[in-house]
């Protein structure tokens, strides 16, 4: 059972203290273990209006990372979602900065708060039916991905760490070095 913080009190802890959160790239891979997609939900960010973006949210209090990147998963994509294979570590931690206007050292943007993502990548298997943040729900190529523009809480360059990471063949020596 979790104990939910009364809305006021949670604005005030945002302001103060970074908040652990988890991210999830899922992927689908080749028999040769190559990411040839990954998978991105539409939502309706803080601040940009309908952007792709990576699963996830904040983490409990007390709660394990593992159930926590299910929860996620579950709660986002639906109940009928398994998770093939979660690795220990997180494939990339990436800061999120508290406004748009503090941007130098972090690796994207959530105005509404200074968070912590832990970015995990994962094979889904079952029926994926988009609910609660998430209006959609769909695989991109990795070209498709590098050419996205419209990617909330800039979070494109954590998206294309996470798959130089897994080791994709981008094809060109350039990939993603305009970052």
């Known amino acids: ?3 939910w913080i009364g809305e006021e009190d949670w604005l005030k802890i945002q302001r103060w203290i970074p908040i652990v959160c988890v991210d999830i790239l899922p992927i689908i891979a080749s028999d040769q273990h190559e990411v040839q997609k990954a998978g991105l939900i539409l939502r309706k960010t803080p601040h940009e209006g309908e ?18 990147v299910l929860r996620q998963l579950s709660e986002t994509l639906g109940e009928e979602i ?34 912590i993502g832990l970015t995990y990548s994962v094979e889904l298997t079952g029926e994926i039916s988009p609910q609660n943040e998430a209006l959609d729900f ?40 305009y970052f």
């Open 1 to 3: 059972m979790v104990n």
């Open 51 to 68: 952007k792709w973006c990576t699963v996830g949210g904040r983490l409990f209090y007390g709660e394990p990372i593992r159930q926590g």
């Open 82 to 115: 398994q998770v093939n294979e979660l690795g220990s570590q997180p494939l990339y931690v990436a800061q999120y900065a508290p406004s748009l206007e503090v941007q130098e050292g972090f690796d994207a943007i959530d105005p509404r708060k200074h968070a």
């Open 138 to 177: 769909r695989y991109f190529t990795v070209q498709e991905l590098v050419d996205k523009q419209d990617i909330g809480f800039e979070q494109k360059a954590v998206i294309l760490a996470c798959l130089e990471r897994l080791n994709v063949n981008w094809g060109t020596k350039s990939h993603h070095k």
